[in-house]
């Protein structure tokens, strides 16, 4: 089977064609490389063996994206290609808007258009907000979204629910929580585009020295050290997580007409925890900041992720000290081969 990816040369993007690959798949990348360049598909070329061709395409840009569909057999879609700051989100909305919501709907333009069956969507625990209950299950009150990230992928899912009614394709949404890590390889990990606003490649550049600071957003939250509570999870399971879906759209024939599905670990670890794995994997002291709350943060969010487990029988391998040390084995990578 074929499988277009799109944000494939992106960091779950990447790490997801390499499970596709080692899974049997082939995979079509297409990415208009406004967030990332190709050099992480050296890195897959590097694990699998596979050269991987880039379709430069703007998913924005319907005429573009069909002239794809047009050259290649194409079975099933994973959809990554989106901004995904939450503090970027709040600076920018419209920005997010127009990228992320054209994007997904001309994919589902070509879904229909092109007869295409399984699709699987990045969405994520951003969509949540603040939750009253935590952990979170798929059936939780979605609350407002704090970010218009957040935003975006709430409307991204009603609109997959509502096409999903009159589809013949099958869905699976996934909710990512917070991605951390790296292929263990250190051929792929995360590239951040400019000055990271995500924690963990926060931390790994500044304790490699290409960050000037390490600042922690808001020490006076209600959660048992003041900082923020998340539920990190390494992309390899992340990655993996996706090939069960496709897995599960082609072989289940009674399939419902979609799925939303929790990608967590089920661990919620504050940013303070979480500095203080890094600290003890790497043997560094991180000389970090304390400033005030970041806008667009939730208080704390963590996954139930038992329907994933039963449903396409994802099992997360890498606990948290896994994630810091593959993230820092790619930081050092990358200090070494800039
Ligand atoms: C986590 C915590 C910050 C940087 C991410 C993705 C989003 C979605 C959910 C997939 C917050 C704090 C951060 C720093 C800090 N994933 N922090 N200092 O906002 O939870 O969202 O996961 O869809 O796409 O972006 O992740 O890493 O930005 O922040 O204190 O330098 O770390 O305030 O509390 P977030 P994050």
Redesign the pocket.
């Known amino acids: 089977m074929t499988i277009l990816v799109t944000g494939g040369c992106g960091y779950i993007g990447s790490h997801t064609m390499v499970d596709l690959i080692e899974n049997g798949y082939e995979v079509i990348c297409v990415d208009n490389n406004s967030r990332s360049g190709t050099q992480l598909l050296q890195g897959v070329k590097k694990i699998t063996g596979k050269g991987i061709i880039n379709h430069k395409v703007d998913l924005c840009d319907y005429t573009a994206i069909q002239s794809v569909f047009r050259q290649h057999k194409i079975d099933g879609i994973i959809h990554f290609a989106a901004f995904?700051?939450?503090?970027e989100s709040v600076r920018e909305p419209l920005l997010y808007f127009q990228n992320n919501l054209v994007s997904q709907i001309n994919m589902l333009r070509c879904t229909e258009e092109f007869g295409i069956k399984h699709f699987v969507f990045?969405?994520?625990?951003?969509v949540y907000g603040n939750a009253d209950e935590i952990p979170v299950t798929e059936e939780t009150l979605l609350k407002k979204a704090e970010?218009p990230?957040g935003r975006t992928?709430q409307i991204g899912e009603e609109m997959i629910m509502d096409i999903a009614k009159v589809s013949s394709a099958k869905f699976v949404l996934l909710r990512?929580?917070?991605?951390v890590g790296a292929h263990p390889s250190a051929a792929i990990g995360e590239v951040p585009f400019g000055k990271?606003?995500?924690?963990?490649p926060?931390?790994t550049q500044f304790a490699a020295g290409r960050l000037p600071g390490?600042?922690?957003?808001?020490n006076d939250y209600n959660t048992r050290d003041g900082?923020?509570i998340?539920d990190f999870i390494h992309v390899s399971d992340i990655a993996h997580a996706h090939t069960l879906a496709i897995n599960y759209l082609s072989r289940t024939a009674n399939a419902a007409a979609y799925e939303i599905l929790n990608l967590g670990t089920g661990n919620g670890v504050t940013?303070l925890e979480?500095i203080r794995a890094f600290e003890k994997i790497s043997g560094k002291k991180l000389d970090f900041a304390i400033a005030g709350?970041?806008p667009?943060?939730?208080v704390a969010?963590y996954a139930n992720n038992n329907k994933a487990r039963s449903l396409i029988g994802w099992q997360p391998k890498y606990d948290l000290e896994a994630m810091m040390r593959t993230a820092w084995q790619w930081e050092q990578a990358l200090s070494n081969n800039p």
Not at 176 to 179: G, K, L
């Open positions: 995904k700051s939450v503090d990045s969405s994520s625990c951003s970010s990230y992928k990512y929580f917070n991605p990271p606003s995500n924690l963990v926060a931390i390490l600042t922690v957003f808001g900082s923020c998340r940013v979480a709350r970041r667009g943060d939730v969010v």
